[in-house]
């Protein structure tokens, strides 16, 4: 259950994927400490099965060359009161703001336990995906089109 803006929205956790990984030996360089890390969030709807699938991509990079790339999704089915309450018009669903970043942060955390999995016992375990502020990156509702 996620508490947003005095309205309860009730969802489980359905599935987690792993959308990309890679690691580029060749782009990274261990005498460089320079390093800069990108992250990036997308959504996903499924209208027939009321889930919704949000998407959390990380990127650590060198020299503009990426060295290690990371995305994860989780999918969640939406209970069906929870749903009806979210706006509907003929080609779009808005997830309200807040339940969109409560779900963004539950796959921020799922990234940086797989990222660390994936990585365990290499050299690249030692980046670890820092606390990120969901806040800055969910600005506003979000609209997701319905595809027909």
């Known amino acids: 259950m996620a508490n947003t803006d005095n309205n309860t929205v009730g969802f489980k956790l359905k599935q987690i994927t792993t959308e990309q990984f ?14 800069s890390m990108s992250i990036g969030v ?3 709807l499924n209208i027939d099965e009321k889930a919704i699938a ?5 990127q650590f990079e060198q020299n503009k060359k990426t060295f290690l790339i990371s995305e994860i999704a989780n999918h969640f089915n939406i209970d069906k009161t929870a749903w009806n309450s979210f706006s509907i018009n003929k080609d779009k669903l808005t997830l309200p703001r807040g339940f969109a970043s409560h779900l963004v942060m539950l796959t921020v955390g799922t990234l940086r336990g797989v990222l660390h999995s994936k990585t365990e016992n290499t050299e690249f375990n030692q980046f670890i995906l820092p606390t990120i502020n969901v806040v800055e990156l969910i600005i506003d509702d979000v609209e997701l089109e319905i595809e027909k």
């Open 54 to 58: 949000s998407f959390v991509k990380v």
């Open 42 to 44: 997308k959504f996903g």
């Open 22 to 35: 890679a690691i580029i030996k060749d782009a990274f360089d261990n005498t460089n400490n320079e390093i």
